[in-house]
């Protein structure tokens, strides 16, 4: 069974930057959709981004929640078995919790709060703060 592990988290300043990874040691993640989210405290969780499986017509698609365009880019790490999250020009308002999970397909609104994903990692705790 897919037990995604998330890593890379941590604490920055405003303006810096973190690259968070999604693995898991024991299958492969090509065959899977890979979504990033995020929960702040007292928030409910949100969508940051989500790339297709290396398979099919829409192979490697990606998608990313507006409030993060242009700032986060999702990619595969083939080789590591990785799905990563680079997260330049961070704000105090990306500050939270952030999960990576698996299914099938990705969300069709990551703007959205519910999500239907099959696997979720136990989650990695960014921070931006001065």
């Known amino acids: 069974q897919l037990q995604p592990v998330e890593s890379g988290g941590g604490w920055v300043q405003p303006g810096g930057s973190l690259r968070l990874s999604c693995a898991d040691p024991?299958?492969?993640?090509?065959?899977?959709?890979i979504g990033w989210f995020r929960q702040a405290p007292g928030k409910e969780r949100e969508g940051v981004s989500c790339i297709l499986s290396n398979y099919g017509s829409m192979a490697g698609k990606t998608d990313y929640a507006p409030s993060v365009a242009g700032r986060f880019t999702i990619s595969r790490d083939n080789a590591k078995n990785t799905v990563d999250l680079q997260m330049n020009s961070l704000k105090p308002e990306d500050t939270a919790v952030y999960y990576c999970?698996?299914?099938?397909?990705?969300?069709?609104?990551?703007?959205?709060?519910?999500?239907?994903?099959?696997?979720w990692g136990q989650g990695t705790q960014v921070t931006v703060s001065s």
């Open positions: 999970a698996a299914a099938w397909g990705c969300p069709t609104d990551l703007s959205g709060t519910n999500f239907d994903m099959d696997y």
């Open positions: 024991g299958i492969n993640l090509d065959y899977y959709a």
